[in-house]
Each structure stands twice: as structure tokens, then as C-alpha cells.
């Protein structure tokens, strides 16, 4: 098997809490989005990251800062200029996500095709 | 920048929308369990995965079976055994998602800093 884990229960459920927290769409498309570009203004993020609403990116930004893995920063000038870096350790974390995302990317067409498979199947009426 | 993704435009609808159905917590739940264990019933899943309902286990394990990641076989046996095993194809997505997963167990230290870090900060009164 390809995922040799060696948890220690007492962090089991923290572990399966931030899982949770960073399997969501919407944070797995921010990351990636401030992994292709740094420094990023939150009006460019959303047109980059694409269909996310102000209030949800806001929401999302704020989870990644909590957690560490997001910078915000507040230039001095007028009006306000305020943009996000990932941080070391969400870089890190960008990686794992591109894993992800590459695998998507390689096997696109393997999962149309299973898709097409099964439905046909499912459509075929019953004997 | 650690994701040098070369996507083709008329693939980018496609690879989001399976990133967003993978990117589901019972979803990355689900092929982490199979990826530790082979051949294993829906009620043991059920166990491993732990909080998740028989209704939601079986639309998670249709979804990946409809994308070519997991295979459901009936034993003739009375009564009939069901199991479940990633295929190739939802094997090698298991590695990606245990990159994921093992990152969030390298780093949980950090993240909980960061959150202690945080929620003291915003609790700070303005001045």
C-alpha cells in the first residue's frame, strides 16, 4: 500500500480535523492559486480562483491564516494595499495540493471514461 | 513555485470539477481507508472511517466507483459478500492523497501554533 502511516492516536483526530479543514474545494483552489502567484490582491485571487463569492473567499482566507499557511499583508499606502502569500509551511502544503491536482490533470481522460462506462451501464435495462 | 501545471484550457473545466468531487473529506476518508486495507466490507469501512452514515458511505463509494476508482464485487455467497478495493487508477490517486495526509501529520504541531498564535491575537483588546 502506497500510504504508510505511522499516527500516533493522540493526534489522530487533530490530523482528521485539519484533513477535513483542507479537503474542501474551495481551499484546495486558493492554495493553488497563491501557489502560481505570490503577493496576490484579494480582487485578483477571486478572479483567479473563479466563481467563489467575496464573503467565502474571505472566510477561506482567514481559515489558511489561522492555520499558518497564509500571510495577509497590509501596505501602507491610500487606499490600503492588501495582498496574500503563501507562508513556509503552505508552500509545503502546496505541494501535497499539486499532487492532488496533478493526478487530476494525468487522469482526466481515465475518469471520463469510467464515468461513460458506468453510466452506460447503469442506463442498460434490467434483465 | 512547487505546481508547474500545464493544463489545457479545454481540460481545466474537467480537472476542476474532478478536484472539487475528490476533494471532499469523506471522499479523501474513504480512499485513505481503502488504500490501507483491501477487499474489506462496507460495514469494516464504515468502522474505519468512523462518523460517516450508511447513506452517505454508499453515495461516496457509488461516486468513486462511477469514476473508475474503486471496484465493488458480490461474492455468490449466502448471504451475497460485497467488498470494495481501489483500482489502479484509485490506487495512484491514493498516493496523492497520502501526500496530503502525510503532510498534515508532519505539520499539525505547526498548525495548532498557529492557530494558539492567532485566536490569541484576535483576542487581544483594541486598543
Known amino acids: ?7 500516533d492516536p493522540s493526534k489522530e483526530a487533530m490530523v482528521r480535523e ?3 479543514r483542507i479537503a474542501d474545494k ?3 483552489l486558493v492554495i493553488e492559486a497563491l501557489d502560481r502567484e505570490t503577493d496576490i490582491r484579494f480582487s485578483r485571487l477571486q ?3 473563479g466563481n467563489i463569492s467575496q464573503k467565502m ?8 491564516e489561522r ?7 497590509v501596505h501602507p499606502t491610500v487606499p490600503p494595499r492588501v495582498d496574500y502569500r503563501l507562508t513556509p509551511l ?3 502544503l502546496g505541494e501535497a495540493v499539486c499532487g492532488m491536482w ?5 487522469h482526466v481522460e481515465a475518469v471520463e471514461d469510467a464515468r461513460r462506462t458506468f453510466d452506460g451501464r447503469s442506463e442498460r435495462p434490467a434483465a
Open 102 to 106: 496533478m493526478w487530476v490533470e494525468k
Open 67 to 73: 492555520d499558518g499557511l497564509v500571510t495577509r499583508r
Open 1 to 7: 500500500m502506497a500510504c504508510d502511516l505511522d499516527c
Open 18 to 20: 485539519i484533513l477535513e
Open 47 to 49: 478572479e483567479r480562483v
Open 26 to 28: 474551495w481551499t484546495l
Open 57 to 64: 473567499l474571505t472566510k477561506t482566507l482567514r481559515q489558511l
Open 90 to 92: 503552505g508552500e509545503s
